[in-house]
């Protein structure tokens, strides 16, 4: 049901592809609470997607745009800003992809040049973003700049890969940039950790099936789908939280904290039981 948490707000949201997308449920979240925004991703990604569709249900403007480039940057706020008809409140960072995961290469036997592309593609890219923002003044002093993470940035988890360094990076991009934007335009940025959730990059992650049992067994709640998640960042884009910063903010059903549940021990034992036989 919707609230008007964001009638009257503006803003960019990245990385939205298909309804899978976790950016896309955002930007259909956002248009009900009564905001507009311009889209963004890839242009071979806008190529392979369905955005345009998206774009025509949020009355929308999809503006092609790597943001790895520092001048497609520059060119998105600036046509976002004329679309929208001024600065913007808020911005959704939802960008990641790893070469050597996607290639199946080892954590122990990494491209090093996929290595750089994963880090400028999937936590570069946020500091090219915020940089280029303020640099323009591209948002409304309380304005609210939210990446997508994951638990990974702070644990080591089986074929997550270079992925954890870049979640790790951009952690610590939201925290430094949040010190400066917030100092300055009392602008707030934050990441939040996601459940592990069957995206479309997300679902071509080796072993994602068995992940996803594990953490649906580890936590109190459940798993966090993609509609709860857009829910939470709903929340982090409104007035709500306007003293939130800084954070990595879990939104995992609980997982983070836990070490074992019963769920999980239960599975384990019935493994040995199986393995006795």
């Known amino acids: 049901m919707p609230y008007n948490l964001l009638k009257g707000k503006k803003g960019i949201i990245?990385?939205?592809?298909?309804?899978?997308?976790?950016?896309?449920?955002?930007?259909?979240?956002?248009f009900e609470e009564g905001a507009?925004?311009?889209?963004?991703?890839?242009?071979?990604?806008?190529?392979?997607?369905?955005?345009?569709?998206?774009?025509?249900?949020?009355?929308?403007?999809?503006?092609?745009?790597?943001?790895?480039?520092?001048h497609q940057i520059e060119n998105l706020f600036t046509k976002s800003m004329e679309f929208l008809g001024g600065k913007v409140d808020f911005i959704l960072h939802s960008i990641a992809m790893s070469l050597n995961v996607r290639?199946?290469?080892?954590?122990?036997?990494?491209?090093y040049e996929?290595?750089?592309?994963?880090?400028?593609i999937s936590a570069i890219s946020f500091?090219?973003?915020?940089?280029?923002?303020?640099?323009?003044?591209?948002?409304?002093?309380?304005?609210?700049?939210?990446?997508?993470?994951?638990?990974?940035?702070?644990?080591?988890?089986f074929e997550y890969n270079d992925m954890a360094e870049a979640k790790a990076m951009l952690e610590s991009i939201a925290r430094t940039f949040g010190y400066i934007y917030g100092r300055d335009k009392k602008v707030r940025i934050n990441t939040v950790s996601q459940s592990p959730t069957l995206t479309t990059a997300?679902?071509?992650v080796k072993g994602i099936d068995g992940l996803l049992d594990f953490t649906e067994r580890m936590s109190p709640l459940g798993n966090a789908s993609a509609d709860e998640c857009a829910d939470y960042c709903i929340t982090l884009f409104s007035d709500l939280t306007r003293k939130v910063t800084m954070q990595n903010l879990f939104h995992d059903g609980g997982f983070s904290s836990m070490g074992m549940s019963q769920k999980a021990m239960a599975q384990y034992i019935l493994s040995f039981e199986a393995d006795n036989k």
């Open 36 to 70: 507009t925004f311009t889209l963004t991703n890839t242009p071979v990604a806008l190529r392979f997607g369905e955005i345009n569709q998206l774009a025509g249900t949020c009355r929308s403007l999809v503006i092609p745009a790597d943001a790895t480039d520092i």
């Open 114 to 120: 996929y290595l750089h592309k994963t880090l400028d």
């Open 14 to 30: 990245f990385g939205a592809l298909n309804d899978k997308s976790i950016a896309w449920k955002i930007a259909e979240r956002a």
């Open 127 to 157: 500091h090219k973003v915020l940089q280029v923002a303020r640099k323009l003044d591209a948002i409304n002093d309380w304005g609210s700049v939210v990446a997508l993470s994951y638990v990974a940035a702070q644990r080591t988890l």
């Open 103 to 111: 290639k199946g290469r080892a954590y122990d036997d990494l491209n």
């Open 202 to 204: 997300g679902s071509g």
